[in-house]
């Protein structure tokens, strides 16, 4: 198990062009960030060439997580996704999705990092029970497979105005919520 | 509108930014704002680590070896030092012919004064603070100015400043800094190009500095140049 303090300790050496450093936390990470990209593009090519992009990223560019205040884990995943999503944006209609067996974890990842502290997950669950299921459905689909209002719009069966004001709304409780 | 309804409809369309929910044009817009609004900046990462945790129900899954291999073999590949030179060599050429340009006007008359104010900045801070600097860069000179706000070096040990260009495969030396006060380290010429887009980064070191070459001790902070 990696800790924060060894990807911090990491983080801080890859900055220093040590590549042995980014081997290390490719071992350390990939397996999470792989499957926060599967999750998005659903599409195993196109995930890996992102997942490659992500770490040729990180290597020229360590520096700039220091100022977000994340966590090197939170700001690896936010990477990841951001990339995957603009990936996905990006997509043409005729690029097909694998089939849901193929994206299923194969032979179980290496030494995964822990994500995110177990406390904040706890507290993101009773939040997100807060709010009414569809809503909370929404965020996480917003968030999880980067699906856009007018994805949403149609999965809820609503108007895509109702499905922005639904979400925005959800959004703002769910902030209340974390920060209470 | 009112004060308050602006802040939330900020948060609103920051938390709709880091979700990806904004059309082509509002994504735009926001991202021009983002890019000076330092208040908008600390919205989006607010959402980004509160969303963050979301993500723990991802299941890992392994990627084929050749991924691995492929990331490495790209390391290092250098792309944007050429950028790097531009903006140096057009920040040296514009203070260059702006000075001829006044010199054709005003004949002998003009004696040009060098700009010796700071143009890029930057804070390099250890993750507990205990350690502070701010690093400033005079182009005209090829200067660093290191000012330590806060820590010193451990007895017996001394900091020393390296310099990560962009795509560069190892960090150059560019001095030790003084245990208090200011440091000033003239940069060479040929690596003063990769000050702006490179990484700073100040190591805990023997007397002396490194012995090897390359840092050696612990990491107490690295950042990069920001405009002033």
Known sequence: ?180 | MSELEDAYDDDALAAEYVLHLLDDDERRAFEARLATDRELQALVWSWEARLSPLSDEVEAASPPKAVRDRILRSLGEPNARRSAQALWGWLAGGAVAAGLLLFVLFGTAFDPEPDLSVAFQAELASEDRSQVMVAGVIPATHEIVIERVAGTAPAGRVHELWLIAEGADAPVSLGLLENDGTTRIRVPDDIAPGVRTGTIAVSEEPPGGSPTGAPTGPIVAAAQFNDV
């Not at chain 1, 911090?8 to 499957?35: C, H, N, P, V, W």
């Not at chain 1, 520096?63 to 603009?86: C, E, F, K, Q």
């Not at chain 1, 069966?157 to 920060?179: A, E, H, Q």
Request: with cysteine; proline share 3%.
């Open chain 1, 1 to 180: 198990m990696t800790t924060t303090a060894d990807i911090e300790d990491i983080m801080a050496r890859i900055k220093l062009r040590d590549r042995q450093a980014l081997a290390a936390l490719y071992d350390a990470t990939s397996g999470k960030l792989f499957g926060v990209c599967l999750r998005v593009l659903k599409n195993r090519s196109e995930a890996e060439d992102v997942l490659h992009d992500v770490y040729v990223r990180v290597w020229e560019k360590a520096a700039p997580y220091a100022i977000t205040g994340h966590s090197p884990m939170t700001w690896l995943i936010t990477v990841a996704r951001n990339m995957a999503i603009d990936r996905l944006r990006k997509k043409r209609p005729e690029t097909g999705s694998d089939d849901a067996m193929s994206l299923v974890a194969d032979d179980g990842p290496g030494p995964e990092a822990a994500a995110i502290a177990s406390s904040e997950r706890a507290r993101i669950e009773t939040c997100m029970g807060e709010l009414e299921n569809d809503r909370a459905d929404a965020v996480r689909a917003a968030y999880l497979e980067g699906e856009t209002y007018k994805d949403l719009a149609k999965r809820f069966d609503v108007p895509l105005n109702t499905m922005r004001t639904w979400l925005r709304r959800s959004l703002m409780k769910l902030r209340d919520c974390l920060t209470r």
